[in-house]
């Protein structure tokens, strides 16, 4: 297995895709899948790899381990993408015939959820596994491992791999499917173009994206503009609960079950929730804090700065990047908070302190 490259600035690009370039080159049948709960950058990514490999003549499926959250539903391709369910022979069958598994925007195999052991038992019989991903600490589990935090989404890893592609291949690759799926991958993981690591670099990128003909407005739209009277209703509920800790450095939200089952609404809905809180701008760290049906509670973290909230969210088993982070802590909602709470608070002392 290959080591996996963390944090690389500015990496020799080209050589960092040899690995990746070759077991493509190899494959047949290919699978490409992200992580439980997909979102923008993840399915985006798979959109661009299916377009592209596509046109290099693989044959391509994406199979992911849950539903497509709606406002997605539009991207290219993703009609056709199949749900993993673990008792379909059909599902199965796909995933167990491809020569390659392709992971974007997870470094945890785990987070395929029944997809996992199916692929670690083909790799042992020499299914190849590539992850390309661009979150903190990976496993060590794929065959070739392109794990870059410099970048602001696994959409602009895509982009610099299928830009190594076009060189290898001596083509164009990027057309306007290929686009819609990066643009939306670096659109959604950036915040709309507004968080940290949205460099001079990603807008080069973008501008390159938007010459394929692709409409920024219109992608927007589909994603963003879809607030249901449901969901508006949630909202209110949500921003009525918010409470204002530490001379306001503090917000949390709690969402309880009655609330999404009175508003009808889903966990995907909750989204974006946490922006209202980051939206104050004395919050060092937000909190969204969601009662599950299993008694457990999801929670959702942004910070400000140097405070690293995914050292909480790893404490919980969870993870993400130093800013925006999240876990499924086990306890119910009212402890969680109150575990929560002490464990910001705390974080929150000891950058003040220092
Ligand atoms: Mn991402």
New binding site residues.
């Given amino acids: 297995m290959s080591n996996p490259l963390v944090g690389v600035k500015n990496p020799a690009l080209t050589s960092v895709w040899i690995p990746v370039l070759e077991l493509i080159e190899n494959a047949t049948r290919i699978v490409l899948s992200t992580h439980e709960n997909s979102?923008g950058?993840?399915l985006g990514?798979e959109v661009a790899m299916c377009s592209v490999l596509r046109q290099l003549g693989k044959d391509v499926c994406i199979i992911n381990p849950t539903n497509i959250p709606k406002n997605y539903q539009f991207l290219p391709y993703l009609s056709d993408a199949l749900i993993f369910q673990e008792d379909s022979a059909e599902h199965r069958k796909f995933l167990e015939q491809a020569d390659l598994f392709m992971l974007l925007?997870t470094n945890h195999i785990g987070r395929t959820r029944a997809m996992k052991p199916i692929v670690l038992e083909r790799q042992k019989h020499g299914q190849k596994v590539i992850c390309i991903?661009?979150?903190l600490h990976p496993e060590d589990f794929a065959d070739a491992m392109v794990c870059l935090s410099y970048a602001c989404?696994?959409?602009e890893l895509a982009y610099e791999l299928i830009k190594a592609m076009e060189e290898r291949y001596g083509k164009t690759l990027i057309d306007k499917n290929a686009a819609i799926g990066l643009y939306t991958?670096i659109m959604t993981?950036t915040a709309s173009f507004k968080l940290p690591k949205t460099t001079a670099h990603v807008h080069r990128i973008v501008a390159e994206l938007l010459e394929t003909g692709i409409s920024p407005m219109e992608i927007y739209e589909k994603i963003y503009n879809t607030l249901s009277e449901n969901v508006l209703k949630l909202i209110s509920y949500g921003v009525g609960s918010v409470k204002l800790l530490e001379q306001n450095m503090l917000a949390y939200m709690p969402i309880t079950q009655s609330m999404l089952s009175e508003t009808k609404t889903a966990l995907s809905d909750t989204e974006r929730l946490l922006d209202y809180m980051v939206g104050i701008p004395t919050t060092r760290i937000s909190l969204l804090l969601i009662e599950l049906p299993d008694g457990r509670t999801k929670v959702s973290m942004r910070s400000r700065g140097d405070l690293a909230v995914n050292e909480i969210a790893m404490q919980y088993g969870g993870g993400g990047h130093k800013n925006a982070a999240g876990c499924t802590v086990p306890l119910p909602l009212p402890q969680a908070i109150e575990k929560l709470i002490t464990d910001t608070t705390n974080l929150l002392q000891n950058i003040h302190n220092n």
């Fill in positions: 979102d950058d993840g990514s925007d991903d661009h979150h989404a696994t959409g991958a993981d």
